[in-house]
């Protein structure tokens, strides 16, 4: 499969646990989002990259999130200390800028937090 | 404020029958309008943008700026086309990042 890579597909963590999520772009794809999708919503923006770059963090990324795509390639969503309310699908996505781009999305990563 | 507003969380129509999924936007500037897609245990994915004018899947989209509208419409629905729909928008020109702003999404159910 060739397509945008997450892992894990399902974490179960206790309150007060920090969590880490991986994603794996489409190869040649030099940007990389980050969503949060919950129950009845649409996916909301949390932050995106451009190669390593990190270039607009929305204000729903509270101080406990961090993102980073250290090489330009795959990236990591870490949630330090989460809360009931950091239940949700986290969505990655990657594009490759051209006017109109589309976005490939990722299968998700659905967090429970207990 | 940037906003995209889907007043219908489900709609449900027969088969062969005219569909109009409802989408307005609020944007400052010229957006850029789309419309994803998501079939049961599927991912998200581009049905259709309005800059490219296609029709895919039988559905075609008109962007409305006086009424800050995106339609989505397919004359005669298919079963398979039963899923989760969102309209989206992202800035245009040296504003486009390519990130989203995502309504709240309409259940299509097309019924046999």
């Known amino acids: 499969d060739t397509g945008v890579s997450q892992n894990p597909r399902h974490k179960i963590t206790k309150r007060g646990q920090n969590v880490t999520f991986r994603c794996d772009p489409i190869s040649e794809h030099n940007r990389l989002y980050w969503y949060r999708q919950t129950l009845g919503q649409g996916p909301e923006f949390l932050t995106y990259f451009q190669n390593e770059a990190q270039l607009e963090k929305s204000r729903l990324l509270s101080d406990r999130f961090s993102a980073e795509r250290p090489k330009g390639s795959f990236s990591t969503l870490e949630i330090q200390r989460t809360e009931q309310g950091d239940s949700a699908m986290y969505l990655c996505a990657s594009s490759f800028p051209l006017i109109g781009e589309k976005l490939f999305f990722g299968s998700g990563t659905q967090l429970s937090v207990l | ?112």
Request: aromatic letters at 12%; glycine letters at 8%; charged letters at 20%.
């Open chain 2, 1 to 112: 404020a940037q906003r995209v507003t889907q007043p219908e969380k489900l709609l449900s129509v027969f088969k062969g029958a005219p569909v109009e999924l409802k989408c307005n936007y609020s944007y400052s500037g010229s957006p850029e309008l789309f419309w994803y897609v998501q079939y049961s245990r599927q991912r998200l994915q581009l049905l259709l943008r309005h800059i490219s004018r296609e029709s895919i899947k039988g559905f075609t989209a008109d962007l409305n700026k006086g009424e800050t509208s995106f339609h989505l419409k397919k004359p005669f629905a298919q079963e398979e086309d039963s899923a989760m729909y969102y309209c989206a928008l992202s800035g245009s020109g040296s504003s486009n990042t390519g990130k989203l702003i995502f309504g709240q999404g309409t259940t299509l159910q097309v019924k046999p």
